[in-house]
């Protein structure tokens, strides 16, 4: 069955803060042992972020780095494409950002960009966005047969949780550069984006690079789910033990 949006439980939540900490606190140490283990190996990793508008992929990603060595980890934001680059094929400008040898990079939106806004708001042709399903599953298998594993996140807000959002940056002076008139405007074609998000999922949701579908209503159940899918999925495609050691709270101060 086809991985879908309404498939998203958005009311789950953790039962308290102390759970949030200790939860996320754990996943992030793991973390910090895939990136040793990627370096000493010489590995690479790729997560990709995508997601509505205000759903959180920002802090979701914020709490993925907090407590990695820096010099390990790029973190990629992606947004239109330059005048050069609207010249040649899409996936060229992500060829040049691939990590190299022991470093993760994360892409904050990323290819999918061609079957979501370049279908909705029509900067792609339909033969181009159709085709291009094809081309990204190829273009993944490729990394992961050569050992690139390639981690793929949807976090998914309601509707009305949203509105909340942009409300509340709007009253934040420290959050308020995040609105814009552009994310109103997307709003209106709500309806368009979900149909375009559920058949990415249809086409693209494949054995070798699934997505993980994340509820962001309750934005430490977005965090944390993202931390400890991460740690799962690394750690098993890169042959890792990232088993903390006894009294890791304690060595953690």
């Known amino acids: ?5 309404k498939d998203c439980d958005l009311d789950f939540r953790l039962p308290d803060e102390d759970e949030y900490k200790l939860r996320l606190q754990k996943a992030q140490l793991q973390l910090l042992l895939i990136q040793r283990h990627m370096y000493d190996n010489k590995r ?12 959180g992929k920002g802090g979701s990603i914020r709490r993925v ?36 040898p022991g470093r993760i990079a994360i892409f904050d939106r990323s290819w999918y960009g061609r ?20 081309e990204i599953n190829a273009f993944e298998k490729m990394l992961i047969d050569d050992g ?15 509105l909340k959002r942009f409300k509340e940056r709007e009253q934040n002076p420290f959050k308020r550069w995040k609105i814009t008139k552009e994310d109103y405007r997307n709003r209106e074609k709500w309806d368009e984006y979900e149909e375009a998000i559920n058949d990415m999922f249809k086409q693209t949701d494949t054995k070798h690079s699934p997505w993980h579908l994340v509820p962001s209503n309750k934005k430490w159940v977005a965090r944390v789910n993202v931390c400890e899918t991460a740690v799962k999925v690394l750690s098993r495609a890169l042959d890792c033990d990232c088993e903390l050691p006894e009294g890791w709270r304690e060595l953690d101060q």
């Open 1 to 5: 069955m086809a991985l879908s949006l």
């Open 44 to 55: 690479e990793a790729l997560l990709l972020f995508e997601g509505w508008d205000a759903a």
């Open 65 to 100: 780095c907090e407590r990695l060595d820096p010099r390990g980890y790029i973190v990629h934001p992606i947004s239109a494409p330059t005048p050069d680059e609207k010249y040649v094929h899409y996936l060229q400008r992500f060829w040049t950002r691939m990590p190299g």
């Open 115 to 134: 079957v979501l806004v370049e279908r909705v708001e029509e900067f792609a042709t339909r033969n181009e966005w159709k085709r291009a399903y094809d």
């Open 148 to 162: 690139v594993p390639v981690v793929k996140f949807f976090l998914h807000i309601s509707k009305k949780e949203q």
